[in-house]
């Protein structure tokens, strides 16, 4: 460590933070007027970059290639505005998370969409003309590039406030950041204002990308890479806040920087290496921010919503008709193995089914009836599964009891996280549970001693008598019909009314007596407990584990499946998790292109069904009564 290396790193990180800035000041401007938590954003970001490179290689490395990055961000910004004209003009009206769930879908398809252009190899990007060498600071050298990256940062930064402090045009953004339904009132032709923001943060995002071009290597894992750290950083700084975008990317790039710096140190004993906490820093800064503070560095409680969707009807027990269509269809599951082989891929499918209908209605329990949205539900699906196998692994315990006892790492988990996740509310809470997830991710990623790091754990498989694949088929069934029977039970236990209580009225629920926190704490105790039971029982039906099934992928499948289900029937997630599962095993297997395939169907069931599958045909069933009724 030196001072040289110091200011090399603090430059570095200045240059970071302009980057990411870009791609988070288009987020926060959009999430701030729109309200939609637009995961596609990071795609935008991804197919700047490819853009430029190829309209760079057409306009030539020379005088042409500054008017190439400019082009490519224009035209991302044309794509924004088509994708809000097209898609989400019609997803406005549906709750915030299945305008989430559409802007998840577009990320299939636009990965789908660059893979078949310009192929699956990474493509680097010629040098910047005019700064392609390198000056001296104390001895070190510094690329000249980075220095003017560290310059668009604030000259970005300084165009925005201007555009949205000197400008009409910026007076109605902010208005429609404090109060858009305000200004639909007032005569302001709000879809157009939706259109020309959305297109300009998809510019923002785009000219992030098309600036990386001489930095980085255009690949396909660029729009999650980035919309992770870019929702962080509007998290941070404050949703909707400009100024707060930036102060945060700066706050995080510069303490990744440090890190660097820092590397490997020995302190009480131990050996620290600071440069792994690269993976997760923006995330502990998270996590800490929104503890202290629960609406951000420069951020503000958001007004509630008057163009809020309908009040949910209550939860009513099945009838008749209902319980004996539960129960057949749980008695042809016992019977459908009896007609396939014992080890064919049919019932490998099945168990898969069953675990990812246990992981849904555990997230649902805290996402419906609870009205707490997670977007970390994984870290308990992977703890419970990390906690089995090490049981078997370290002590060599039988599989019943790791079973058993594996499942309790997550109620440990759930019980820490939930505790300060239930303080927040809305995308902050979502984006807590977010931040606990990735920090139970990169300790498992890391730790190469007790999880076995990158690679994971091996050798996880069930005990003799169920080496037979319906054997085990027939104790997943029996565990994940006996815990989704257990959540139904509970959401009509006086525990079940409180929590619903809580979620439709907390002041009237406070008043009464009920302790929401308390209630919602609980319940993430209890969703914690049936996902880690799911991620058991994955654990041994695979033989492995490893630290992708505490990603935030992982997550997002979990929300997924309850969505398009339906967050206001009972039956929605356990419809989705098999919808998505056989879907996304169907389509794998039969396209190369099968991400692009998913998102359309996603997107197509998203515009057809807003409220869910099993919404959908709830409602059908109701009208029909009604009709049979008159």
């Known amino acids: 460590m030196n001072v040289s290396g110091f200011l090399v790193q603090a430059l570095n990180g200045l240059a970071n933070a302009s980057s990411l800035f870009l791609v988070a000041a288009g987020l926060s401007l959009i999430f701030g007027v729109t309200r939609i938590v637009n995961f596609a954003h990071g795609s935008f970001y991804m197919v700047g970059i490819y853009v430029a490179y190829s309209l760079v290689d ?37 709750p915030e998370l299945f305008q989430l769930l559409a802007t998840f879908a577009l990320v299939l398809v636009i990965r789908d969409v660059v893979l078949w252009y310009w192929g699956p190899e990474e493509l680097l990007g010629p040098r910047a003309p005019g700064l392609e060498g390198a000056v001296e600071i104390l001895g070190s050298q510094f690329p000249t590039y980075d220095l003017f990256l560290i310059v668009v940062g604030p000259f970005v930064l300084l165009a925005m406030w201007l555009l949205l402090n000197r400008t009409r045009w910026g007076t109605l953004v902010r208005a429609a950041t404090q109060d858009r339904e305000m ?5 302001v032709n709000q879809a157009w204002l939706f259109t020309a923001v959305f297109a300009l943060g998809a510019l923002l995002a785009g000219l992030g990308g098309a600036l990386q071009l001489p930095r980085e ?35 995080i790039a510069e303490i990744k920087a440090l890190c660097i710096w ?24 998270m996590a800490v921010v929104l503890v202290l503070r629960p609406w951000g560095l420069f951020g503000r409680p958001q007004a509630a919503s008057r163009n809020s ?38 019932t ?64 440990a988990g759930a019980f820490v996280f939930g505790w300060f996740s239930v303080r927040l509310s809305g995308v902050y809470l979502a984006m807590l549970t977010l931040a606990f997830a990735q920090i139970v991710w990169a300790v498992c990623y890391q730790s190469d001693e007790l999880t076995g790091g990158s690679n994971g754990l091996t050798g996880i498989w069930p005990a003799e008598w169920l080496q037979d694949k319906r054997a085990y088929y027939y104790l997943t069934l029996a565990l994940v019909a006996a815990g989704i029977l257990l959540l139904r039970r509970t959401l009509f ?14 002041l009237r629920a406070d008043a009464i007596g009920i302790d929401v926190k308390r209630m919602q704490w609980a319940a993430f105790v209890v969703a914690g407990l049936f996902a880690g039971v799911a991620g058991a029982l994955f654990a041994f039906s695979k033989g492995s584990i490893s630290p992708e099934t505490l990603n935030v992928v992982k997550s997002i499948d979990g929300l997924v499946m ?40 996603i997107l197509l069931l998203v515009l057809l069904f807003p409220q869910g599958i099993a919404g959908f045909a709830k409602q059908i069933m109701q009208r029909r009564g009604e009709e049979v009724a008159k």
Not at 311 to 339: S, Y
């Open 58 to 94: 057409h306009f030539g490395t020379g005088l042409g290639f500054w008017p190439a990055l400019i082009l490519a961000a224009l035209l991302i910004g044309v794509l924004g505005a088509l994708v809000e004209i097209l898609l989400l003009r019609r997803v406005y009206r549906a």
């Open 183 to 187: 200004v639909g009132a007032l005569g």
């Open 217 to 251: 290597p255009a690949n396909l894992e660029m729009d999650m890479q980035t919309i992770g750290a870019a929702f962080v950083v509007v998290v941070v700084g404050g949703m909707g806040s400009i100024p707060g975008a930036y102060a945060a990317a700066l706050l």
């Open 262 to 285: 820092i590397g490997s140190v020995h302190l009480f004993g131990m050996d620290l290496n600071f440069s792994k906490l690269t993976l997760v820093v923006e995330f502990l800064v």
């Open 309 to 346: 969707a309908a009040v949910e009807p209550p939860l009513r027990l099945a009838g008749p008709w209902g319980q004996g269509a539960g129960w057949a269809f749980l008695a042809a599951l016992c019977v459908l193995p009896l007609l396939l082989d014992a080890n064919s891929y049919t």
């Open 348 to 411: 490998v499918l099945l168990i898969d089914l069953l675990v990812a209908a246990l992981f849904a209605v555990s997230l649902h329990f805290i996402m419906g009836p609870g009205g707490m949205h997670s977007f970390g539900h994984a870290a308990y699906f992977g703890l419970g599964a990390y906690g089995a196998a090490l049981l078997v692994r370290t002590l060599d315990a039988p599989m019943e009891v790791a079973l058993i006892l594996g499942p309790l790492a997550a109620v």
């Open 493 to 506: 236990a006086p525990f079940g009314y409180a929590l619903r209580a809580g979620r439709d009225s907390p």
């Open 562 to 601: 309850v969505l398009l289900g339906g967050l206001q029937t009972l039956t929605g997630p356990i419809v989705g998790a098999v919808t998505f599962t056989w879907l996304h095993d169907t389509v794998a297997r039969n396209t190369d292109y099968w991400r692009a395939m998913l998102g359309f169907i």
